[in-house]
């Protein structure tokens, strides 16, 4: 018997909770770790995700960048309600290339292109002018010019050498799988809920 494709069945429910989510399908939890090993999480959307991996974009200097310069492993965690399913990501994290981060930051609209040079991730601001005024002086120095990628903005991709597939069922039988990457083949077993 062929063992399921770990990243072939990710895209086949990523599709469908894309259709039937009310909420962002693309929201995940990115679990990281700083140098002495104390855990955060947040929120993160995913932009990109193939045999390579899952790949979120940020700040350089956010705190998140940061962990994962320390620390450059990571867990993911999407969740889909209306599905009742989630999918767990464990893997190390690379940057991406400069020209994958260029081309996907054209493809953003220009209010939040302007906004990735406006605003100092995580830091502490004067209130909410703060920020609307840095989007202002970010807009008037790129007029109607195409907005570049700033430097100090990328992507990360997180390389899964383990995913897990959970599907709720009734009476709390769910379905769970796990994949483990071993090389270039994926290892396949089931879990108990």
Request: proline residues 7%.
């Amino acid at each position: 018997m062929q063992l399921p494709d770990p990243m072939r069945l990710f895209q086949e429910w990523f599709a469908e909770a894309c259709d039937r989510e009310k909420s962002d399908a693309t929201a995940m939890a990115l679990a990281t770790a700083d140098s002495s090993g104390r855990p955060s999480v947040r929120m993160v959307l995913l932009k990109q995700a193939d045999a390579r991996g899952f790949v979120f974009y940020t700040n350089l200097a956010s705190p998140k960048a940061e962990d994962l310069r320390a620390n450059p492993r990571a867990e993911l965690c999407l969740q889909w309600p209306a599905l009742e399913r989630q999918v767990r990501i464990a893997g190390p994290v690379e940057n991406v290339r400069a020209e994958e981060a260029d081309a996907y930051f054209a493809t953003r609209p220009r209010l939040s292109q302007i906004g990735a040079w406006a605003s100092h991730q995580s830091q502490p601001m004067n209130g909410r002018s703060a920020l609307e005024q840095a989007v202002a002086i970010a807009a008037i120095r790129f007029g109607v010019k195409t907005v570049p990628r700033p430097l100090f903005w990328s992507g990360f991709r997180v390389v899964p050498q383990q995913i897990e597939f959970w599907h709720q069922q009734p009476f709390r039988h769910h379905d769970r799988q796990r994949f483990t990457r071993s090389g270039t083949a994926w290892r396949h077993e089931w879990l108990f809920p």
